[in-house]
């Protein structure tokens, strides 16, 4: 079984940031792209921020400059590193990751994390 748990969500003043975690584990092969991912009440999900394994980045309009998506591939861990929240940015966020488990080469599953509730309001 694969598991991505999220930490790192809270309440935030404007103008504040957060770092966000997502950790995979289990009967993991290999992890291709890795991102971000929020849903606001009332909203569709929606792209935050993706990180593919060689490092490549991609973001949403509405984040570019101020949120920064990472991973430490050895630790199968991907971060997004939030400056200057807005209360738009209020939402679940979610992590998401294409893996390969053990025994399933050439096969890639999409795995979710349980969301973390990001909050920005003063």
């Known amino acids: 079984q694969v598991q991505l748990v999220e930490s790192g969500g809270g309440l935030v003043q404007p103008g504040g940031s957060l770092r966000l975690s997502c950790a995979a584990s289990?009967?993991?092969?290999?992890?291709?792209?890795m991102g971000w991912y929020r849903q606001a009440p009332g909203k569709q999900r929606e792209l935050v921020a993706t990180?593919?394994?060689?490092?490549?980045?991609n973001y949403a309009d509405s984040v570019k400059g101020r949120f920064t998506i990472s991973r430490d591939n050895a630790k199968d861990t991907v971060y997004l590193q939030m400056n200057s929240l807005k209360p738009e940015d209020t939402a679940v966020y979610y992590c998401?990751?294409?893996?390969?488990?053990?025994?399933?080469?050439?096969?890639?599953?999409?795995?979710w994390g349980q969301g973390t509730q990001v909050t920005v309001s003063s």
């Open positions: 998401g990751a294409d893996i390969t488990p053990r025994g399933r080469s050439g096969s890639s599953f999409r795995y």
């Open positions: 289990g009967s993991i092969f290999s992890i291709n792209a």
């Open positions: 990180i593919r394994s060689g490092g490549s980045t």
